[in-house]
């Protein structure tokens, strides 16, 4: 016995057998199916039923919600919310980017330590991490203690729940997302070309703007979208961060299944949300395929 | 309805993560002497729960929530193993509606008589079938007395442009349209679109002087002087004035909200005899009163009285003297497309 | 090689270690203008790493570094008037051919019809003038090392450095590059310094190899002085290839020294290289292709030849000669000899047991010891 399943696992990892490779990717394909297929066709199907009484469902199909979605109301909310992503983009861009290239060219034998602190706040409860930008950021906070303490200013700053407050939340959540993918982009970049452009009379700085930064836009195109892509759903920061002019789709969404109680209203909104997302993952892929492809 | 008072910032991410452990627990766990208990934060006695397993045995898991809704919701997304929340009176039509609470057995609380008669019968709940009063309070204007020289006496007082940034307004439909419509003197089931758009201009136009919507964090922004003046819960403001004497509680003129929390049997509860222990133990008298004297809310349990501080039964703020309760209404129990109204134009509200 | 004037580049007692690793052990070099010199070794002899602080990617530990008689030991790779075609071309991806060969001269603020000039002119010299506006990565990679080397001459460096240039190459391709480099180089007279390990490239193209091994130079000389007389067992034994020989001196008679060869007989071979004084065990190296094996049948050694004695254990068919190992008698190594095809055939099976390998007294080349590490 113990033999034939010794001889069954060698079949199942030997890498030839499709068949063998079917029940390798069966248990993730019941999970993707159950827990996120699953989830998003009800999600369509919510998104299509009408709201009955007390928030209850009817099950008669409309495309009212989707109507709804592209009302004039809700303009000024997509504008914000893509004006506070792109900030959010351009700025982790503007911060990562130095990091990304300190980790790849100079931090050596520290590059892995460096590489695990930037990952803490992913291993962080994002509430946690969330509170932890109030007490900083408040009118008795850290930052104000600091500011008027030293004498630098004179009454304490209101920085707490306005757009400054939101965008630095979600740069502080969202940095991660656009230093890896440069930090790989960078450090994919073989020395050579680098040498290459000195030895052909190129210094530091023009290197860095002929050849390292030219090569590296595959990673800060795919930062850019990591990082504008997920802020587009983010609700946690605007909400506890925010003020009441901070509101974000994320917000608008979260209020429909909460607040309001109009799941299918809410279940339009996301699947918008979801759509404009796939697309900015489309072309993500595209270029990670491009970029396989040199 | 209080929110969360006081600096216990890191409770929901408490919550947050005892959630699964909560579910975990439940999960067969049918003979286990056990309550799970859902409840807003900070609106109970440090020791009532404790007390309750010392005599009776009965483990009670508490879990808190800062929004209504947010309880609402998790109700309704279907079993999370609760078997006794507390609910507003205006949520409880809803939530019969949804099927998703139990009428008391009839006999089943010895100690129902001490529930005050005026309490009663009330309009979200003929005869009581759904509900056991728990503390009761009064919708107002939290203020810091450092920072508002003037004790604010109107609603118009949460509009004033000289407190530009330092206003903070519940985050809820019910007292923000409701005391909107009060302001532009509409009756409370006004189902006209004209006093609607009214209610919707007039908040839109206090968004620019607004600091933030909170019905969470707003009594901390009142300590620390990130506001000024907040539209607020009576029991939370007072409860935090006890440690900070500068800030006070007010019943603008104009009128308001009292309102009415209850503990409501959660359906699907395996628990229901040691919950139903539990909560006849919350409204004998002594305990009840434990419960009002430490969170500074109205107790709406006639039993309760003897055992009440002198300064919280003296407190106006707490219990309004009787021109003061003229004033003083119930939420409406509207028409769902009504309530649905007043949701969506609070959404609106919220997106413009 | 005697310089009429100052040397183009020259080298001054290199030293370098990487993490406690010695990898120059005092590197000193001249290489003349319009000279082709190859430094040649096994990998990780040193010998890229001289080319890595030859165009200042590394700086030396120690020693100095003169290009036209001016110290650069400390100047950057970006000021310094060397180019370098890399081993893997580092051909720019993001840019097209002609933009690849224009880079250099781009810095230089040169016009844009100058540079124009310049880089068709180039790739003329390559001979790929028609594929400017390719990208690098629809080039084969003869293509892409023919541009790396437009890209690297585009500036007109007095000194070329080529690191294992044509190492990617297919066997073919690589004789055509040789000869071609070697024909740009002449067309041009720019100096280049060549790095492979491959002999054979270094022989066919080089005015002087410098033979690495172990971080030091073992030999600096031109190719047929370097084959004919190597002066350590490593050269030997690395160009081309070469029976080492263990030998004992016994006395210094006038031009010669008397020696007793391992597995074989006393005898008296010249003194050469200024080693006559050598003592006690040396080495020589004889060439198998100065080998003949035929079948022993007792004869005496004619006058100047010698014979080790011994059975053959193997022969390997190599196309237009055979190798024919001999495994000798008393000797630990084989005896290895290159034949023609006829020398072998006439051998015909009369070798199928005792053999005899046959050379020449003045075939053997007496070696220098290796230094001992101090």
């Known amino acids: 016995m113990p033999h034939k399943i010794k001889k069954f696992l060698a079949w199942l990892f030997s890498g030839k057998s499709e068949k063998a490779s079917h029940i390798l990717i069966l248990p993730a394909s019941f999970w993707l199916a159950f827990f996120l297929v699953v989830p998003i066709m009800l999600l369509l199907v919510l998104s299509l039923a009408q709201l009955g009484p007390y928030g209850t469902i009817i099950w008669h199909p409309t495309l009212e919600n989707f109507r709804r979605v592209f009302t004039p109301l809700y303009v000024?909310?997509?504008?914000?919310?893509?004006?506070?992503?792109?900030?959010?983009?351009?700025?982790?861009?503007?911060?990562?980017?130095?990091?990304?290239?300190?980790?790849?060219?100079?931090a050596g034998e520290w590059r892995d330590t460096f590489l695990i602190l930037l990952m803490i706040p992913f291993w962080t409860s994002a509430l946690v991490s969330i509170?932890?930008?109030?007490?900083?950021?408040?009118?008795?906070?850290?930052?104000?203690?600091?500011?008027?303490?030293?004498?630098?200013?004179?009454?304490?700053?209101?920085?707490?729940?306005?757009?400054?407050?939101?965008?630095?939340?979600?740069?502080?959540?969202?940095?991660?997302?656009?230093?890896?993918?440069?930090?790989?982009?960078?450090?994919?970049?073989?020395?050579?070309?680098?040498?290459?452009?000195?030895?052909?009379?190129?210094?530091?700085?023009?290197?860095?703007?002929?050849?390292?930064?030219?090569?590296?836009?595959?990673?800060?195109?795919?930062?850019?979208?990591?990082?504008?892509?997920?802020?587009?759903?983010?609700?946690?920061?605007?909400?506890?961060?925010?003020?009441p002019r901070t509101y974000l789709i994320g917000n608008l969404i979260e209020n429909q299944f909460l607040m309001a109680q109009d799941w299918p209203f809410g279940a339009a909104l996301t699947a918008v949300l979801l759509c404009a997302m796939l697309i900015g993952l489309y072309y993500y892929q595209k270029l990670e395929a491009a970029e396989l492809a040199a | 309805m209080p929110g969360m008072t006081r600096r216990d910032f890191l409770k929901i991410a408490v919550l947050a993560g005892t959630a699964p452990t909560l579910l975990a627990s439940c999960a067969g766990s049918d003979d286990k002497r056990e309550v799970n208990f859902f409840n807003w934060s900070t609106y109970i006695a440090k020791d009532t729960l404790p007390k309750f397993s010392l005599e009776t045995g009965i483990v009670v898991n508490y879990s808190v929530f800062s929004d209504e809704e947010d309880m609402f919701a998790k109700l309704r997304s279907g079993a999370m193993g609760y078997d006794l929340t507390v609910a507003t009176d205006y949520m409880i039509p809803r939530m019969k509606a949804l099927n998703l609470i139990d009428p008391y057995p009839t006999g089943a609380l010895k100690n129902i008589g001490n529930i005050d008669s005026k309490f009663r019968d009330t309009p979200y709940d003929p005869q009581n079938a759904y509900t056991v009063p728990y503390l009761w309070g009064t919708t107002g204007i939290g203020y810091n007395k450092k920072h508002v020289s003037k004790r604010p006496d109107s609603w118009w007082d949460l509009w004033d442009p000289k407190y530009k940034g330092k206003i903070s307004m519940l985050d809820n439909a019910r007292d923000c349209v409701g005391i909107a419509l009060?302001?532009?003197?509409?009756?409370?089931?006004?189902?006209?679109?004209?006093?609607?758009?009214?209610?919707?201009?007039?908040?839109?136009?206090?968004?620019?002087?607004?600091?933030?919507?909170?019905?969470?964090?707003?009594?901390?922004?009142?300590?620390?002087?990130?506001?000024?003046?907040?539209?607020?819960?009576?029991?939370?403001?007072?409860?935090?004035?006890?440690?900070?004497?500068?800030?006070?509680?007010?019943?603008?003129?104009?009128?308001?909200?009292?309102?009415?929390?209850?503990?409501?049997?959660?359906?699907?509860?395996?628990?229901?005899?040691?919950?139903?222990?539990?909560?006849?133990?919350?409204?004998?008298?002594?305990?009840?009163?434990?419960?009002?004297?430490?969170v500074r809310y109205g107790s709406p349990n006639a039993a309760a009285k003897p055992y009440l501080d002198k300064t919280l039964l003296d407190d106006p703020r707490v219990f309004p003297p009787p021109s003061v309760q003229k004033r003083l209404q119930f939420y409406s129990i509207l028409p769902p497309d009504l309530a649905q109204t007043w949701i969506n134009t609070w959404s609106d509200v919220k997106a413009a | 090689m005697i310089f009429p004037v100052e040397p183009l580049l020259d080298l001054q007692g290199l030293e370098k270690s990487f993490g406690g690793t010695r990898v120059l052990k005092g590197i000193s070099l001249s290489v003349g203008q319009g000279e082709f010199l190859t430094l040649l070794g096994p990998s990780g002899c040193g010998k890229t790493t001289t080319l890595r602080i030859i165009a200042g990617f590394e700086t030396a530990d120690q020693g100095r570094v003169f290009l036209s008689g001016k110290d650069i030991t400390q100047v950057p790779p970006y000021r310094r008037d060397i180019h370098t075609v890399f081993q893997h071309y580092a051909l720019f991806p993001h840019y097209n051919v002609f933009d690849n060969v224009a880079f250099g001269l781009r810095l230089r603020k040169m016009n844009?019809?100058?540079?124009?000039?310049?880089?068709?002119?180039?790739?003329?010299?390559?001979?790929?003038?028609?594929?400017?506006?390719?990208?690098?990565?629809?080039?084969?990679?003869?293509?892409?090392?023919?541009?790396?080397?437009?890209?690297?001459?585009?500036?007109?460096?007095?000194?070329?450095?080529?690191?294992?240039?044509?190492?990617?190459?297919?066997?073919?391709?690589?004789?055509?590059?040789?000869?071609?480099?070697?024909?740009?180089?002449?067309?041009?007279?720019?100096?280049?310094?060549?790095?492979?390990?491959?002999?054979?490239e270094a022989m066919t193209m080089s005015d002087r190899v410098a033979v690495f091994n172990a971080g030091r130079i073992e030999q600096l000389g031109a190719p047929q002085d370097i084959y004919e007389n190597p002066e350590t067992a490593f050269v030997a034994d690395f160009i081309g290839a070469a029976n080492i020989l263990s030998a004992e001196v016994l006395s210094s008679v006038g031009d010669f020294l008397k020696i007793k060869i391992?597995?074989?007989?006393?005898?008296?071979?010249?003194?050469?290289?200024?080693?006559?004084?050598?003592?006690?065990?040396?080495?020589?190296?004889?060439?198998?292709?100065?080998?003949?094996?035929?079948?022993?049948?007792?004869?005496?050694?004619?006058?100047?030849?010698?014979?080790?004695?011994?059975?053959?254990?193997?022969?390997?068919?190599?196309?237009?000669?055979?190798?024919?190992?001999?495994?000798?008698?008393?000797?630990?190594?084989?005896?290895?000899?290159?034949?023609?095809?006829?020398?072998?055939?006439?051998?015909?099976?009369?070798?199928?047991?005792?053999?005899?390998?046959?050379?020449?007294?003045?075939?053997?080349?007496?070696?220098?010891?290796?230094?001992?590490?101090a």
């Open chain 3, 112 to 200: 844009e019809g100058e540079i124009r000039d310049r880089v068709l002119s180039s790739l003329d010299l390559v001979r790929l003038r028609e594929l400017e506006g390719r990208r690098p990565g629809q080039l084969s990679g003869g293509q892409m090392q023919r541009v790396a080397l437009a890209r690297a001459l585009a500036g007109r460096p007095p000194l070329l450095l080529l690191d294992e240039p044509l190492g990617a190459l297919d066997l073919k391709l690589r004789k055509e590059m040789q000869l071609e480099l070697k024909h740009i180089q002449r067309r041009l007279g720019i100096s280049f310094i060549y790095v492979t390990h491959d002999q054979e």
């Open chain 3, 262 to 373: 391992e597995g074989s007989v006393e005898t008296e071979v010249p003194k050469q290289n200024g080693w006559g004084g050598a003592q006690g065990a040396v080495q020589l190296a004889l060439r198998p292709e100065r080998v003949v094996v035929s079948a022993d049948r007792g004869q005496a050694p004619e006058s100047g030849w010698l014979h080790i004695k011994g059975a053959l254990a193997e022969t390997v068919y190599l196309g237009n000669s055979r190798q024919v190992i001999l495994r000798a008698t008393g000797r630990e190594k084989n005896i290895v000899s290159s034949m023609s095809a006829e020398a072998f055939a006439s051998l015909g099976a009369e070798v199928s047991g005792a053999a005899l390998a046959k050379f020449r007294i003045k075939d053997l080349v007496l070696l220098k010891n290796p230094e001992k590490e």
């Open chain 2, 182 to 294: 009060l302001m532009k003197g509409y009756p409370q089931n006004t189902d006209s679109d004209a006093a609607f758009q009214a209610v919707e201009k007039l908040l839109i136009s206090q968004k620019p002087l607004l600091k933030q919507y909170s019905s969470a964090t707003y009594v901390d922004s009142l300590i620390n002087g990130e506001v000024d003046l907040a539209m607020a819960w009576s029991g939370d403001v007072i409860q935090a004035a006890k440690e900070n004497p500068e800030l006070d509680y007010v019943i603008p003129k104009e009128g308001s909200y009292m309102w009415v929390d209850n503990m409501c049997l959660v359906k699907g509860s395996r628990h229901r005899a040691d919950t139903l222990r539990l909560v006849d133990y919350l409204i004998e008298g002594k305990v009840a009163a434990d419960i009002a004297n430490f």
């Open chain 1, 76 to 106: 000024p909310i997509v504008a914000r919310t893509v004006a506070y992503c792109g900030a959010t983009a351009v700025l982790c861009l503007l911060l990562g980017y130095p990091t990304a290239y300190f980790l790849s060219f100079y």
């Open chain 1, 131 to 243: 509170y932890s930008w109030i007490i900083i950021l408040g009118r008795d906070g850290l930052m104000n203690s600091v500011l008027v303490g030293s004498g630098a200013l004179g009454k304490p700053l209101d920085v707490l729940n306005t757009p400054f407050s939101v965008i630095l939340g979600l740069v502080y959540f969202y940095l991660p997302f656009m230093i890896l993918p440069l930090y790989s982009s960078l450090e994919k970049i073989p020395k050579q070309y680098i040498e290459a452009s000195y030895d052909l009379g190129a210094g530091a700085f023009q290197t860095f703007l002929k050849v390292t930064l030219p090569l590296s836009l595959p990673g800060v195109f795919a930062g850019f979208i990591l990082t504008f892509v997920p802020c587009l759903g983010d609700f946690l920061t605007a909400e506890f961060l925010g003020g």
